[in-house]
Nanobody, 119 residues
């Protein structure tokens, strides 16, 4: 199995910054891409940013230029640096890891960390 544990959420004022971390443990060899998703109240979960083991990244249009995803394979950790935060960024942020090889099609999820952007 793969365990994902997020940290770094909290309350921040509009225009502020936060850094989320997600540490993976367990059967790390099962996973390739990792990323962050978010779910705001009353809305569906949406992808925020993803990064492959090789470092290729993708971002949702709504966060391009403001958020940066990075990955430290030696520490099995993925980060999300969030700058210029807006109230609409308020959501529970979930870490995701995607299986590959024999585990292709399997999604692993963390429990989520709440980010609240409010004055």
């Amino acid at each position: 199995q793969v365990q994902l544990v997020e940290s770094g959420g909290g309350l921040v004022q509009p225009g502020g910054s936060l850094r989320l971390s997600c540490a993976a443990s367990g059967s790390i060899s099962r996973i390739n891409a990792m990323g962050w998703y978010r779910q705001a109240p009353g809305k569906q979960r949406e992808v925020v940013a993803t990064v492959t083991r090789g470092g290729s990244t993708n971002y949702a249009d709504s966060v391009k230029g403001r958020f940066t995803i990075s990955r430290d394979n030696a520490k099995n950790t993925v980060y999300l640096q969030m700058n210029s935060l807006k109230p609409e960024d308020t959501a529970v942020y979930y870490c995701n890891a995607k299986g590959f090889g024999s585990y292709y099609g399997i999604d692993y999820w963390g429990k989520g960390t709440l980010v609240t952007v409010s004055s």
